[in-house]
């Protein structure tokens, strides 16, 4: 029979703390237990394993939290499984969706999934390529988000779009992005700013945030080596790599995103020269040393 456990001082004080903490109800949930670095959440956009997800979405779903990440952000390649489907992959997993990506085709359409899985944000990543080199290419896409977001309002949810680099592009003594801010209805419209694209466009992110303060909800995280030219194509060469191992000032940048009161932000490294778990694993341990 093994000898009880005999309490030492360090350790009561310890148990009392634990005990006071659950009554207060204050004790973190596993799936929370490494989340709010620097008042935001952090989470992976499914994208970035979206090989993987064709085949183990579950699978992928353990690798995304066994990095560290309490959030994934959905992507399409994840809806040939149904809403209970997903969702109850993830609980198994442990981790949650907050927001999930949707193609732009159709998207009035897909609102009910949106709000089957229980997310808050509904993002369209992209505007088809034929409507990119045109004003009136961004003024259809603007009249589709504007009843999107109304949609998603009903439904209580938020619609956002999400930026690339092509929106930037001069057209007529201005851009598609401007274009786009000036057409749609900042109560119904909001954005999810990938901190990459807008520098790979061009932009600086710091100015964007907070000239669209009252829009951002959240942000996309990927860092972009040294050298790289801006461009308003996405042909290749393209220049991610992990945070920290780029020229982006992160912790400027997730300072100004939190004042605005953005809560969410995710790791989308398109591709990684590293096997991802390993990619994944040198984000996380960059953003859980910020100190912020």
């Known amino acids: 029979m093994k000898t009880p456990l005999i309490p030492t001082p360090s350790r009561r004080n310890f148990m009392k703390a634990s005990l ?10 596993p799936a929370r237990a490494f989340a709010d670095v620097a008042g935001i959440t952090f989470g992976v956009q499914l994208f970035m394993l979206r090989r993987q997800a064709q085949t183990d979405l579950a699978g992928v779903f353990r690798t995304i939290h066994d990095a560290g990440f309490p959030q994934v952000e959905l992507y399409p390649i994840a809806y040939s499984h149904s809403a209970a489907e ?8 442990g981790i949650e969706a907050v927001a999930g990506h949707f193609d732009y085709a159709g998207l009035e359409d897909k609102l009910e999934f949106a709000h089957q899985l229980g997310l808050t944000y509904v993002v369209c990543p992209m505007i088809p390529k034929d409507q990119w080199t045109s004003l009136e290419g961004f003024s259809k896409a603007a009249d589709l988000f504007n009843r999107a977001g109304r949609q998603a309002q009903s439904q209580g949810m938020e619609f956002v779009f999400h930026n690339h680099c092509y929106e930037f592009r001069p057209i007529d003594g201005t851009t598609g992005f401007a274009h786009l801010m000036q057409h749609t209805d900042p109560a119904l419209v909001k954005l999810e700013f990938d901190i990459y694209w807008l520098t790979q466009g061009g932009q600086d992110p710091m100015a964007m945030l907070k000239k669209y303060a009252g829009r951002v909800r959240l942000i996309h995280l990927k860092d972009r080596l040294a050298g790289a030219k801006t461009g308003y194509t996405m042909d290749p060469p393209q220049y991610f790599t992990e945070l920290g191992k780029g020229t982006i000032d992160w912790p400027s940048i997730l300072v100004q995103a939190r004042a605005e009161g953005v809560k969410y932000a995710f790791v989308d490294q398109d591709e990684t020269s590293l096997p991802i778990p390993q990619s994944l694993a040198v984000n996380r341990a960059y953003l859980r040393k910020l100190n912020l």
């Open 20 to 29: 006071a903490a659950a009554a207060a109800g204050c004790l973190l949930r």
């Open 86 to 93: 997903i969702r109850r992959m993830m609980q198994d997993a």
